[in-house]
C-alpha cells in the first residue's frame, strides 16, 4: 500500500523563489527520505531524515520531520531551472522504502 | 563508479513472451528491489531481497518472479507478460544494515502489445 502522499501534486515558480512541498504518512517509520526523478530517469536520493531528527539541511534543501503529524516537507531555497523535476517522500517502514505518487515542480527561468 | 545497472532500456514485446530483465549493482549491497511506475500511481514495489536466497513480495507482484543468486544480481521475469504489465521498471539496492538511501538504475520501459 502507499505510505507517503506528497503535496502539492504539481508546482510551478519562477527562478530564485523557494519551493515547498510537504508529504504525509500513516505508520511509524525508521526514516523518511527524499529523492529527485528528472523526466522519466532514475531517482537520485536527496536527503534522509531518521525518526529522531526533526531538520535537516543539504546546501539548498531544508527538510523537516514531524512524526507526531506523521509528515515531512522539503524546502528549496532559490530554485533553479535545473531543480524541474519530480520530487518523491519515500518512507522506510519493515525493511520496505514506499514511496509517495510524487510533486512534479517546474522552475520557470 | 557506484551504479545499478538495468537491462535492456528500452524493450517492445508480445503478449505472453518470457522475458527477463537484468539488474546489477556493484555496491555490495545487501537488498534489492524492483519497482514499476506507472502515471497517477507513483512507485510500486514488485519484489524485494534483503539477501542471497531471500526474496518476498511487495504491492504488486503478480506476473512476476525475481530470484536472487548471487550478492549482485536481482533479475525480473515476466514469465507471460500481458498489456497491463506495460510499464517503467526500476531497480534499486541499498545497504540495508546502515539504513542508508536507495540507489536507482535508469529503468526499463517495457511495452507490451
Known amino acids: 500500500s502507499q505510505q507517503g502522499e506528497e503535496d502539492p501534486q504539481a508546482l510551478s515558480i519562477q527562478e530564485g523563489e523557494n519551493a515547498t512541498m510537504n508529504c504525509s504518512y500513516k505508520?511509524?517509520?525508521?526514516?523518511l527520505q527524499w529523492y529527485r526523478q528528472n523526466s522519466g530517469r532514475g531517482l537520485v536520493h536527496l536527503i534522509l531524515?531518521?525518526?529522531?531528527?526533526r531538520e535537516k539541511h543539504s546546501g539548498r534543501l531544508r527538510v523537516t520531520l514531524d512524526t507526531s503529524k506523521k509528515s515531512s516537507s522539503l524546502l528549496i531555497t532559490a530554485s533553479r531551472a535545473a531543480d524541474t523535476a519530480s520530487y518523491f517522500c519515500?518512507?522506510?517502514?519493515?525493511?520496505?522504502?514506499?514511496f509517495g505518487k510524487g510533486n512534479q515542480v517546474v522552475v520557470i527561468p | 563508479e557506484a551504479q545499478v545497472t538495468q537491462n535492456p532500456r528500452y524493450l517492445i514485446t508480445v503478449t505472453g513472451k518470457k522475458l527477463t530483465v537484468t539488474c546489477s549493482q556493484n555496491?555490495?549491497?545487501?537488498?534489492m528491489s524492483w519497482y514499476r511506475q506507472d502515471p497517477g500511481l507513483g512507485l510500486r514495489q514488485i519484489y524485494y531481497?534483503?539477501?542471497?536466497?531471500?526474496?518476498d513480495k511487495g504491492d504488486v507482484p503478480e506476473g512476476y518472479k525475481v530470484s536472487r543468486k548471487e550478492k549482485r544480481n536481482f533479475p525480473l521475469i515476466l514469465e507471460s507478460p500481458s498489456p497491463n504489465q506495460t510499464s517503467l521498471y526500476f531497480c534499486?539496492?541499498?545497504?540495508?544494515?546502515?539504513?542508508?538511501?536507495?540507489?536507482f538504475g535508469q529503468g526499463t520501459r517495457l511495452t507490451v502489445v
Open positions: 505508520t511509524s517509520i525508521n526514516n
Open positions: 531524515i531518521r525518526s529522531n531528527e
Open positions: 534499486a539496492s541499498s545497504n540495508r544494515v546502515r539504513n542508508t538511501e536507495a540507489f
Open positions: 531481497s534483503m539477501n542471497v536466497e531471500v526474496t
Open positions: 519515500a518512507t522506510d517502514v519493515n525493511n520496505r522504502l514506499a
Open positions: 555496491m555490495n549491497h545487501e537488498y
